[in-house]
């Protein structure tokens, strides 16, 4: 039977929900125990987590000095924590894909990368070439350390449950790497990786100035905003509006892009949104090939036609 | 201080892969190769950083067939003073290739390892994660910016969900790319002239690494993705507006 151990992601305040998916995918392997391990300087962000069914224990790992963001200074503790289990999984975010693979090295295994699909306790399917072809992989490995893409799984939404939690102090915090700062572009706006709906843009919107209309329809119907690497690489916009093989994977029930031709790598970023929506002057760009619905025209003559009409 | 470079050979990233009719992996017979972007621009920062004084050698490495030696040829024709072949029979798994390249950095001990943040065929991004861990050294990975603060620090602002985090590493340590570090320079025709005569050394994997750890994760089958449904196209703002409405996307 399988014991699963997740690495649990908050941005100090809350816990993320990339934390409920990977729950949400560890409960599909049908495991006699889920645990989680928290790394926070905030103790009290363990009780988001202990409330969640079926999670049976939250070991609850406080560290000073933003140590709880460092993949040096935690995977130690979560590779030891991770020998008595069959299962060590965190999400394939960019918390997860820097920590993951040091717990994996840790324990002498390969990793197996954004999982999509669980065929069993030791077989997955996972996206390589930006998703161009999906694999089936299989492990005998003794820990299965994995990160599990985000975009495959809905966050767990479940209440009632009462894990117990387990504090302890950090006693692995690495000398040769600090925490120097964060900035992040704060926002109103739903957050680009959970958002029912996102709007993105890309070089087709040709400057910053100009992604202004492009927020103001996000506004108006309450999305995310996101774009292309082309958009983000002029400038227009910071880098975490990036969608893509190499940026965020999202799974919105709509998203509608804005001058972006339709690259693979970008489309690997959006292929589980439930609609897309594309809006490009170029009747043969790529994107309409995997739109819902497509409109070819100028953005700069739609969007304003569209906040008119909403 | 001396730089190492890791690269690996990959399906250029122009090219649409397509999966074998019988599942056995992907068409790579005559397709383009080239050296894995993000490798591309750990390759240029390592030359920058020479460029700027902070370093007076660079050193690319890469594990992989010999058909690789493109690859490092074009990788020392963009400036690299040397390379390092290190010859496998098959391809190899990131824990494998940590354990490869953590040899080569006991034999040439590089004062900063930069390495690509994934490699775009397997899209593992492990590698220098994991190098890092068996080095026990610092990692700083998805780098965008890479500054020499004092004696061996460096300050390095990595690219994160979140938005843009600045950590301070001592050296030596692995550094992993992202794509707004750098934008790699162009190699000019001389330049794969000289290139010619810069040493390459080859080695066999089974000599440097007789005994590699850690068990293969084994790949069954591969299969194309599921493609979407064919969508339609409008003609209006109204059409698209009632299409979004009767979705209940908009109200
Ligand atoms: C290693 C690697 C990783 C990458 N990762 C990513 C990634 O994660 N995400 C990503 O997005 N890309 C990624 N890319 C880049 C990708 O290959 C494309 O270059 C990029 O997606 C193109 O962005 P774009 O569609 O905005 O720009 P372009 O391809 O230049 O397209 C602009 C489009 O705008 C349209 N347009 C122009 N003006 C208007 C107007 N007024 N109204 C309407 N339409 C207009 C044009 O017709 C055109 O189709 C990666 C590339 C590499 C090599
Ligand atoms: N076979 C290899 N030889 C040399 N470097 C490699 C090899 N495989 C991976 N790397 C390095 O590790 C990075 C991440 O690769 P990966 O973990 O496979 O996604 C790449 O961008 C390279 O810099």
């Not at chain 1, 916009?237 to 998203?255: E, F, H, R, S, W």
């Not at chain 2, 290190?86 to 590089?110: G, H, N, S, T």
């Amino acid at each position: 039977m399988s014991k699963v151990l997740i690495l649990a992601e908050h941005n100090g305040d809350a816990i993320n929900q990339s934390t409920a998916k990977v729950l949400a995918a560890a409960k599909q392997l049908n495991p006699e125990a889920i645990d989680v391990m928290l790394f926070t300087g905030d103790a009290s962000l363990a009780g988001q987590i202990a409330g969640h069914e079926g999670v049976n224990q939250v070991f609850c790992v406080t560290c000073g000095d933003n140590h709880d963001q460092l993949a040096a200074s935690i995977a130690p503790t979560l590779a030891d924590k991770g020998k008595g289990y069959t299962h060590v999984w965190g999400p394939s975010t960019t918390f997860g894909k820097d920590v993951m693979p040091r717990v994996a090295a840790l324990l002498g295994v390969n990793q197996v990368s954004d999982i999509m699909e669980i065929i069993d306790a030791n077989t997955f399917k996972r996206p390589i070439y930006a998703g161009n072809a999906i694999i089936t992989v299989k492990t005998t490995a003794p820990q299965i350390v994995a990160t599990v893409r985000t975009a495959s799984y809905s966050a767990d939404k479940t209440s009632g449950g009462s894990a117990q939690i387990e504090e302890s102090a950090l006693s692995t915090a690495a000398e040769h790497t600090s925490f120097v700062r964060l900035s992040t572009g704060d926002s109103d706006r739903p957050d680009l990786q959970t958002a029912d709906k996102v709007i993105s843009g890309g070089r087709g919107v040709g400057s910053e100035e100009n992604f202004e209309i492009v927020y103001q329809l996000a506004d108006k119907i309450g999305a995310a905003t996101g774009a292309s690497r082309a958009a983000v690489d002029a400038g227009y916009v910071p880098n975490d509006m990036q969608v893509g093989q190499t940026g965020k994977i999202i799974a919105p029930d709509l998203y509608m892009c804005f001058g972006i031709s339709g690259a693979i790598q970008h489309l690997t970023g959006i292929k589980d949104a439930g609609t897309i929506v594309a809006i490009n002057k170029d009747g043969d760009a790529p994107i309409f090939e995997v739109a819902d619905v497509g409109l070819v025209g100028d953005l700069f003559k739609i969007i304003p036609e569209m906040m008119e009409k909403l | 201080m001396k730089i190492l470079v890791a690269i690996k050979r990959v399906v250029d990233y122009n090219v649409r892969v397509q999966v074998k009719p019988d599942g056995s992996g992907v068409a790579t017979d005559g397709v383009k190769m080239s050296i894995n972007p993000f490798d591309e621009i750990a390759i240029e920062e390592a030359l920058r950083i020479k460029e700027q004084g902070q370093a007076d050698e660079v050193v690319v490495v890469t594990i992989g067939s010999n058909d690789s030696q493109q690859q490092l040829r074009t990788a020392m024709a963009m400036g690299a003073d040397r390379a390092i072949l290190v010859e496998a029979d098959q391809a190899v798994q990131p824990l494998q290739a940590a354990q490869v390249l953590l040899k080569v950095i006991e034999a040439e001990q590089p004062g900063l390892v930069i390495t690509g943040k994934q490699a775009i065929d397997d899209d593992n991004n492990q590698t220098p994660q994991m190098l890092a861990t068996l080095w026990n050294r610092p990692q700083a990975t998805f780098a965008s910016k890479i500054e020499f603060v004092g004696d061996n620090q460096i300050n390095v602002t990595r690219e994160v969900d979140a938005g843009l985090e600045t950590i301070q590493v001592a050296l030596p340590a692995v550094v992993s790319t992202d794509l707004r570090l750098n934008e790699p320079r162009f190699v000019k025709l001389p330049d794969i002239m000289k290139a010619k005569r810069k040493p390459l050394d080859v080695q066999a994997m089974a000599d440097l690494l007789p005994n590699a750890t850690g068990e293969a994760i084994e790949v069954l089958q591969h299969e194309a993705p599921q493609p979407r449904q064919k969508g339609i196209m409008v003609e209006t703002v109204d059409e698209l507006i009632d299409i979004l409405k009767d979705k209940g996307l908009v109200s």
